[in-house]
Each structure stands twice: as structure tokens, then as C-alpha cells.
């Protein structure tokens, strides 16, 4: 089975595709057409709306690609587990289905896994690759299985939206009120469960350390210097591991873009126009 576009929705500016696998995803496009274009993917628990903050920047340079991951923001929901292959392959389909052949890549903690395989399996895809808080590889297996049997067992996702903001923002930031946290919050509280468990097992499953090297096109790796999740060391290691990577490691926690927005905007710019 093929992917296949879908409809349109007007009112929000969402366009749908069917992946080969019959999952309906959501995806937007903004700015000029005729402009290189780039690719966003997200953190687990958000949705597209992660980005927002940064589409005036990038659209003065760039048509750019928003998609939710299955069990994330508008797409359809699967059951788990799902796998960074699917995951991987759910974008070579939007990308096929919009006839779009090359991209410059951006991903952010789960983005950035994606944005890994990419760069493995479908290099003839991706320009040039930005990986953003993340790892190749974040073991063991036995911590994530019982994450996903407690998010699938749970009555509500309050006490996991606690857990994420906790491990994404400083916690001034948290105890300020800041309305940023709090639209963060409701994005995570937005999340199917199964798009929690089903994306953490594909986590779970991921171990891209030595594979990694396989990569060939110019790649930026960003790193908090106060991530928890994925610590400056897992930065360190993948910048050492893809072929001339460069690393920045900004003063951030886990979401540099909402923390340091003009700081992040500036890196990726510069490394994306740079001749």
C-alpha cells in the first residue's frame, strides 16, 4: 500500500496523508514556495505547535515542513509499539507523497532520532541535519518498559505532564507561570497514551551508536548543557560518531528553542546558510 494525500483543512491550515501502513498524519507547510525547504520534527508529547516560536525566523529563508507523529497532536493513533524504522519511513511518505525529493532536516529529542535514521537509511534525502537534544541510544530496555505499562495503565496523563515539563524547563521558568510552560503542558496533556508508550518503545528498541557513522551529510549536533534527559554527554558521543559533525552545547535544559529561542534560531541559521 502506498501513502496517499488527503484532504485539506482550511480553517487551521492542516493537510493529511495516509502512510503505507493506512495511518492518517498531519502535516502543515509555511512560506514561499520556490525556497529550499525545511523539515521540522518534534519532542515526544507535542505536537508541531513545539515550533512556533521559531516560524517567523525560519520562514525568511525557508518553506518549512510540520508533521505530527502518529499518536501525536492531529494524526491518527496506531496501536504500539511503534519503531524508529516506521517512524523514519512515515517521513520518507509525507516527503514522496509531496513530491519533494531533499530537505534540510531538523529534529529535537525524538526529531532528532529520526533525523538519525534519515541520515542512515535515506541519505539521499536530507541537506543538511540537525540534531537537537537527543542520543543514539538511550538504555537499558527494562526502565522503558515499565514507563510504558504505567502510561497505558494510567487514568489521566497529569502526573506524566509534570514529569515532562519538570524535564524540559529550568525551574524558574516552571515556578514563574510561564504561559509558554503552561501551552506546553496542555500539548502533552493533548497526547494519546499510546502515542506515549508507542513512541518510548521505539526508544526502547533504538541503538544507533555505531550506525550513526554512517551518515554523510553536514550535521549540527545541539546539546543542553542542563539536560537530564539527554545529557551533554549523549551530545558529545553522536558528534564524535557522525563524520565532521560540529557540536554547540547551549546553556539549556531539554528545549533550547523555547529557552534560548534567538540563541538556537541564530546556530541553526548559520548553519544552514553557510556556503
Not at 97 to 118: A, D, N
Amino acid at each position: 500500500m502506498t501513502a496517499t494525500i488527503n484532504e485539506t483543512n482550511r480553517t487551521n491550515g492542516l493537510s493529511f496523508f495516509t502512510t503505507g501502513d493506512g495511518v492518517r498524519l498531519a502535516y502543515r507547510l509555511d512560506g514561499a514556495a520556490g525556497k529550499p525547504i525545511l523539515l521540522l520534527a518534534n519532542s515526544i508529547a507535542t505536537s508541531m505547535n513545539m515550533w512556533d516560536g521559531q516560524m517567523e525566523a525560519f520562514k525568511e529563508h525557508f518553506r518549512v515542513l510540520r508533521y505530527d507523529y502518529r499518536g501525536h497532536g492531529d494524526s491518527d493513533t496506531p496501536a504500539g509499539p511503534y519503531s524508529t524504522d516506521r517512524m523514519g519511513r512515515d517521513v520518507v511518505e509525507l516527503l514522496d507523497s509531496l513530491q519533494i525529493g531533499r530537505v534540510h532536516f531538523l529534529g529535537l529529542s525524538l526529531g532528532g532520532v529520526v533525523g538519525q535514521w534519515l541520515g542512515i537509511h535515506a541519505p539521499e534525502r536530507i541537506n543538511r541535519l540537525i540534531l537537537s537534544n537527543t542520543s543514539s541510544y538511550l538504555g537499558p530496555a527494562e526502565q522503558w518498559n515499565g514507563l510504558i505499562d504505567s502510561v497505558l495503565q494510567a487514568e489521566n496523563l497529569n502526573g506524566f505532564a509534570d514529569t515532562f515539563i519538570n524535564n524540559w524547563f529550568p525551574s524558574p521558568m516552571i515556578e514563574s507561570g510561564s504561559e509558554i510552560v503552561t501551552a506546553f503542558r496542555k500539548m502533552v496533556l493533548a497526547t494519546r497514551a499510546e502515542g506515549i508508550g508507542g513512541s518510548w518503545a521505539a526508544i526502547r528498541d533504538m541503538d544507533l551508536r555505531r550506525t550513526a557513522a554512517l551518515i554523510g551529510s553536514p550535521t549540527l549536533v545541539i546539546a543542553g548543557q542542563y539536560d537530564t534527559v539527554t545529557l551533554p554527554s549523549h551530545g558529545e558521543l553522536l558528534a564524535e560518531t557522525v563524520p565532521h559533525a560540529r557540536l554547540l552545547m547551549l546553556p539549556a535544559v531539554h528545549l533550547p528553542n523555547v529557552e534560548f529561542p534567538d540563541l538556537f534560531e541564530s546556530a541553526v541559521l548559520d548553519f544552514l546558510l553557510a556556503d
